[in-house]
């Protein structure tokens, strides 16, 4: 048998009862190849990238071998069972045979019931279908009843209309009115005609409603021949009806009679007739109204108009309305009534005010003359602010603003070409004022109470101008504030530009390398302190005052907005309060090269103690009282005491003579050095020449040199130059090139020892 040729499986443990090491790694899962989605290759790859492919196959291979080993050993325990199994596997087609006999009748049976179905299907979708189409038809017939019912009804009702009388349409009703308390029979009858425009306006209405059913069966039955055919008898009646409720509605509105335009106005909303009642109160009430104002005719201007200002016009036109339109438009605004879908406002008397404008007074538009134009325009925003009081909600407002026709009226003011007009006015002048060759002074004199004038030079003057025509009343729009706040700031930054240009070019000596600095040519230092005096008048005003009023009249502008506008302006102030600092250096720069014209005299120290017998000096030289003279005659000065604060005077003091310092510094250090060096020079000859001789030197170690005579005479000169800086309120040993200056030349025993 082969189970006698099978090999036993081997116990876990060998004869002596040690254990056989089965144990497989930790990364090869045996679990892996029975999952139902196992695939061989991806398995491989992933074990591949860590395991060497040797170990791989071989972990393989025994995995395979005791996969065999298994095998052998269930059907060694199972032998029987698995060679019944063959032998029982007897007659299976007979079985088979027997099988398919029922389902092939099942089959049968199922697709019998099934056409069966599908015909009872069939049968139930044609029902289904006919009486569709039989209820289709019956909605058609029942449409065209209705409609032919409708259209009967509505000719019935208007020829239940009650005849208006013909003096009704000249106004001789109003005479009636009049009269009436005086006469009896003038009132009873101006009661039966108000009792007859309800009854009309009341029969209107509901011819109205009619009319609007009439609409939605013919819109849903428009392609039918009988619909076509009564499209005439419709047409009439359409006609009849906006005939008569014009009729109506007017003569309501002439009589002021409430209950009629109200039913009037409920009769146009059914019909979706508002343009017409709109139209029909632009025509008969708002245009003779309008006439009497601006008058012309279709073509144009009729008769002299009293120029092109609109103000006075426009308060003649609210008097007008608070008389004439009022009652109108109080009705249509009611709450909850519907009429919100009539714009009285904007398609009556926007709108004919709109046309009577361009006809009658067409100049009002043009911006070619800046002041009549921005005065037209405020005086049209305050007429559209005071249309907007007559609505009673916010979404009314912007149904308002929505409106075509007041888009055009916004239109015909072309703010464009007016700030383009305004911006060649305010900058043209500050750009004329720029030009000149030379700073022009304005005022240079104190007034009576000896107080600082405001401001200087014509260049400043008109800057400050400019800068408050952006903002002023006669000049200013709100809708155009962003190019107004631009235009400042271009302002502030063309003046700061133009001080830049011309300190610069007083610097390097060269105006032509800076268009616009011609003036710094013919400027002297003292006219730098008008310069200096005007930014910081300047820049307190924009960064104060001025501020605050941009910021008031952009009040309703958002938070973020106005501290952008804020930072901006404080940004422009800020780059021109940065220029004093340089204008302060210049003027420095020119005292301090006219300070060192005297100290070059100084070089004159060394031919007066060189090779000379002159005795140790006493006293300072001469050219020490004039080396802080021209610093001391600009701080004395008229222009610097009445312009210049201490702040600034103080800063200029102390940068100009730490500047000259330093100049002394250098120049004296350089006339030491020389000094010594060619005593050092002289010494060396002298012994030399005395070796060769033979002679002893006669040289006594207590004669003083000429370079101790030198240092000498510059330490008395450095002494007068600290006492003069102390008389101007400089304490000399403050400055760093003075201490140097002093170690230089003082004596061993004063070296650490600054006295005057």
């Known amino acids: 048998m082969a189970s006698a040729d099978l090999a036993p499986s081997r116990s876990p443990t060998d004869l002596f009862g040690d254990p056989i090491d089965d144990s497989s790694p930790l990364w090869f899962k045996e679990d892996l190849f029975l999952s139902p989605d196992f695939d061989s290759e991806s398995y491989i790859s992933d074990l591949r990238t860590f395991v060497p492919f040797d170990t791989l196959r071989s972990q393989l291979q025994s995995h395979l071998s005791s996969l065999k080993h298994e095998l052998v050993d269930l059907i060694n325990r199972d032998y029987n069972d698995f060679v019944n199994l063959s032998t029982k ?27 069966s179905v599908e015909a009872s299907l069939v049968s139930l979708q044609d029902g289904l279908r006919q009486r569709a189409e039989a209820a289709n038809a019956r909605e058609v017939l029942e449409l065209l009843l209705d409609t032919f019912h409708v259209v009967s009804k509505v000719e019935k009702l208007i020829k239940e209309l009650p005849t208006v009388p013909a003096d009704w349409s000249n106004g001789d009703l109003n005479v009636v009115e009049k009269n009436h308390l005086s006469n009896g029979i003038s009132l009873q009858e101006s009661e039966s005609e108000s009792n007859v425009r309800e009854t009309q306006s009341m029969l209107l209405e509901r011819i109205a409603s009619e009319m609007n059913r009439l609409k939605f069966y013919m819109a849903h039955a428009k392609d039918l021949p009988f619909v076509q055919n009564i ?49 029909m109160f632009r025509t008969t009430i708002v245009n003779p109204l309008i006439q009497k104002v601006i008058p012309h005719g279709p073509s144009g201007l009729v008769g002299d108009a009293a120029g092109d200002q609109l103000e006075a016009d426009f308060q003649e036109i609210k008097q007008y309305i608070e008389k004439d339109c009022t009652f109108l438009l109080k009705i249509s605004s009611r709450e909850n009534s519907g009429f919100h879908v009539f714009d009285f406002l904007a398609n009556s008397i926007l709108k ?17 003359r800046p002041t009549e134009f921005l005065k037209n325009y405020k005086s049209s925003v305050d007429f559209l602010s005071y249309l907007e009081g007559y609505c009673t909600s916010r979404y009314a407002v912007s149904k308002f603003r929505a409106e075509p026709v007041y888009i055009e009226f916004m239109k015909q003011w072309n703010l464009g070409v007016y700030f383009s007009l305004r911006f060649q006015e305010i900058a043209g002048a500050l750009d004329s004022a720029l030009s000149a060759p030379n700073l022009v002074v304005a005022q240079t004199s104190l007034n009576e109470a000896g107080k600082i004038p405001a401001l200087i030079l014509k260049q400043s003057i008109t800057l400050l101008e400019s800068l408050r025509a952006c903002w002023s009343e006669d000049v200013l729009v709100l809708s155009c504030s962003d190019k107004f706040l631009r235009l400042s700031l271009q302002l502030l930054s063309r003046y700061s530009n133009w001080l830049s240009s011309g300190l610069r070019a007083w610097s390097t000596g060269n105006t032509n390398a800076n268009p616009g600095s011609e003036w710094a040519t013919s400027a002297a230092p003292e006219d730098f302190i008008y310069v200096i005096h005007d930014i910081k008048l300047i820049v307190a005003e924009v960064c ?18 106005l501290d952008s506008v804020k930072q901006s302006i404080l940004q422009s102030g800020k780059c021109l309060e940065d220029i004093a600092p340089v204008v302060i250096k210049s003027i420095t720069e020119s005292l301090v090269e006219k300070s060192v014209e005297d100290l070059r005299q100084l070089k004159g120290i060394t031919a007066t103690y060189r090779m000379t017998n002159k005795p140790l000096p006493v006293r300072h030289s001469p050219y020490v009282s004039g080396i802080l003279r021209p610093l001391k005659a600009f701080l004395e000065g008229q222009r610097a005491a009445a312009y210049l604060d201490n702040t600034t005077k103080t800063e200029l003091l102390r940068g100009t003579a730490m500047e000259i310092t330093n100049r002394y510094h250098e120049l004296a250090s350089d006339l030491v050095s020389v000094a010594r060096k060619t005593e050092s020079s002289l010494h060396k000859l002298r012994l030399t020449a005395q070796r060769r001789a033979g002679a002893s030197s006669d040289v006594s170690d207590n004669n003083v040199s000429d370079t101790d005579k030198i240092c000498m005479q510059l330490f008395l000169d450095i002494q007068e130059y600290g006492r003069n800086l102390a008389a101007l309120g400089v304490d000399a040993a403050d400055i760093p090139s003075y201490r140097l200056l002093w170690q230089c030349v003082a004596p061993q025993d004063m070296q650490n020892t600054i006295a005057f």
């Open 352 to 368: 004919e005010v709109l046309s009577a404008l361009q006809k009658g007074k067409p100049g009002a538009f043009s911006p070619g």
């Open 544 to 561: 104060g005052d001025y501020i605050g009023h941009v910021v008031q009249l952009i009040s309703s502008c958002p938070a973020e907005v």
């Open 231 to 279: 499209e005439k008898r419709f047409q009439s009646a359409s006609r009849l009806l906006d005939a008569s409720l014009g009729h109506c509605f007017v003569d309501g509105l002439e009589h002021h009679d409430e209950t009629a335009i109200y039913n009037c106005l409920r009769a146009y909303a059914a019909i979706d007739s508002t343009g017409n009642a709109e139209e």
């Open 89 to 115: 596997l007897v007659d299976v087609d007979s079985a088979v045979a027997r099988m398919r006999a029922p389902l092939s009748d099942l089959r049968e049976k199922i697709s019998a019931f099934r056409d």
